[in-house]
Every structure is written in structure tokens, then in C-alpha cells.
């Protein structure tokens, strides 16, 4: 497919457990962001890349959350120690390059975490 | 501090045009004004986006006020499909920089 790829696309968990979620983006994207997404609100951003490098970790919430890109294409959510409060629709999007104007994101369809 | 507000929901008739405001008074010379939207269980949809001139695509018009402190999308003959939540962003021109309010959620009605 040409789109953004999440998995699993549903997951529940218990609290205490370690989750990791996938993100592979568009091909040849080289901007890749995460956001998190509460019922009734807006996707609230937790970090961005730019190639291997996290150029903007601002938005994760707690040192229990941590993305990586190690070859500057697909990336891995991981949740260290979930909680309750860390229910939510996880979402990956890509862009064709840092900065281009035309500022069109591309969305997967978003990975729903389940903390029980 | 938000960047955009907009109206929490709005309704339109099926085949009428839906205008959805957006104010960003704060908006500086170098920001842009992108809409997004997000129809229920999907990621968000790029929609369009400007900087001082209105600009037209096939999905949508977006009108941008003189002073640039709010701007309009408008969607020209709504129909069923474009139920959804629409998102106003403001965004630094070369920034990657991507952040999502609350957004409008727009019910179109049979």
C-alpha cells in the first residue's frame, strides 16, 4: 500500500505492561510525527523526526514514552509502565521533507491503545 | 496558549455550502493557516492551506481576511460525506512544526 502503515491497530493491555506501536510511513518521507489522541479531542503531538534524529521530542508526556527511527523510515512508539490515562488513539504521520511549504501531513489510521 | 479558535460544532444542510470560521488574531507575517480534517476513526486529511491570498482546490475554498486574524474554509455543496471534525492550524512557513486544537465538528444533515 502507498499509504501510512500503524500496527497493531488495536491493542489492550494491563497496567504495568510494555507496549511498543509501529509506524511505517510513505516512502521516501523523510518527516515522520507522532500524536496521541484522546475521545473528543484534537491529536495532541508528542514527537517529530526528521530522518533518524528526533528533532522535536517536546510533546511526550513522561520519560515512560520514547520513539525511535533508526533507519530514518519506520519508527516505534514504545510505553514503558502503562497506565490507565495512556488509553488513547496513537496516531503516525509522514511528509515528503522538513519544512516543505506545502505542509501536507499524511495519517495512518492510528493504532487504539486499551490500558485495563 | 491556543493559536486558532473556532466554533465547537456547526450544522449545514446537504447541498448548501458550509462555512466554518477560524480566528487566529495572534497570526504573525510568516505563519501559515492549514485546515485538516478528520472523518470518525480516521487520521486527520489535509484539506488546504494559505498565506495571505484566498486560495481554491478541488475540495475547498479557504478565505483569508486583509488583516490575515481569521480566515474561512468553505466547502461549496456540502454533502453527507463531509461530516467530520475540521482543524484550523496556524503554522511557521518552513517549520515542521504540526499542532492540532480542538477543532470544529461539522454535522452535515440530509
Known amino acids: 500500500g502507498a499509504g501510512v502503515s500503524q500496527t497493531p491497530s488495536n491493542k489492550v493491555t494491563e497496567k504495568g505492561k510494555y507496549v511498543e506501536l509501529r509506524c511505517d510511513p510513505i516512502s521516501g518521507h523523510t518527516a515522520l510525527y507522532w500524536y496521541r489522541q484522546s475521545l473528543g479531542q484534537g491529536p495532541e503531538f508528542l514527537i517529530y523526526f526528521q530522518g533518524t534524529g528526533a528533532a522535536d521530542d517536546s510533546g511526550l508526556p513522561n520519560d515512560r514514552f520514547f520513539a525511535v527511527r533508526p533507519e530514518g523510515s519506520v519508527s516505534t512508539l514504545k510505553i514503558q509502565r502503562t497506565e490507565r490515562g495512556d488509553s488513547a488513539v496513537y496516531l503516525c504521520?509522514?511528509?515528503?521533507?522538513?519544512?516543505?511549504?506545502?505542509?501536507?501531513?499524511?495519517f495512518g489510521e492510528g493504532s487504539r491503545l486499551t490500558v485495563l | 496558549d491556543a493559536k486558532t479558535t473556532q466554533p465547537p460544532s456547526m450544522d449545514c444542510a446537504e447541498g448548501r455550502a458550509a462555512n466554518l470560521p477560524c480566528n487566529h488574531s495572534t497570526i504573525s507575517g510568516n505563519e501559515y493557516v492549514y485546515w485538516y480534517r478528520q472523518i470518525h476513526s480516521q487520521g486527520p486529511q489535509y484539506i488546504i492551506h494559505?498565506?495571505?491570498n484566498n486560495e481554491t482546490n478541488e475540495m475547498a475554498s479557504l478565505i483569508i481576511t486583509e488583516d490575515r486574524k481569521s480566515s474561512t474554509l468553505i466547502l461549496p455543496h456540502a454533502t453527507l460525506r463531509d461530516t467530520a471534525v475540521y482543524y484550523c492550524?496556524?503554522?511557521?512557513?518552513?517549520?515542521?512544526?504540526?499542532?492540532f486544537g480542538a477543532g470544529t465538528r461539522l454535522t452535515v444533515k440530509p
Open positions: 492550524i496556524v503554522r511557521v512557513v518552513n517549520s515542521d512544526d504540526m499542532r
Open positions: 494559505g498565506l495571505k
Open positions: 504521520a509522514s511528509s515528503r521533507e522538513a519544512g516543505a511549504n506545502t505542509g501536507e501531513l499524511f
